[in-house]
Nanobody, 125 residues
């Protein structure tokens, strides 16, 4: 059973940066598809970034391309999301998710079985 624990959320002003972490345990496969999702009040959960831990391939939602970077440290079993140039519209609860590959549809939340509890990111203007 994969367990995921996020950390690193907080409150920042527009233009600031945050780095989210997601510590994973209970891996039973060598590689996983992992993703960061976010959900703002009254909105659907949306995919932000995805990564295949076996090869490092990444993909991003258009709204965060060039500002966010997803990475995975295989030695630490930890997923990261570096968020730069934050905007008020980035305000949301951020979740990490994991499941077996493939990762072609990483942005579809219902395809992931394992989820963290979420960490809040608030960006003020």
């Amino acid at each position: 059973q994969v367990q995921l624990v996020e950390s690193g959320g907080g409150s920042v002003q527009a233009g600031g940066s945050l780095r989210l972490s997601c510590a994973a345990s209970g891996y039973t496969y060598r590689s996983y598809c992992m993703g960061w999702f976010r959900q703002a009040p009254g909105k659907e959960r949306e995919g932000v970034a995805g990564i295949y831990t076996g090869g490092g391939g990444t993909d991003y939602a258009d709204s965060v391309k060039g500002r966010f970077t997803i990475s995975h440290d295989n030695a630490k079993n930890t997923l990261y999301l570096q968020m730069n140039s934050l905007k008020p519209e980035d305000t949301a609860m951020y979740y990490c998710a994991a499941d077996q590959p493939p990762c072609g549809s990483w942005y579809i939340s219902r395809l992931f079985h394992y989820w963290g509890q979420g960490t809040q990111v608030t960006v003020s203007s």
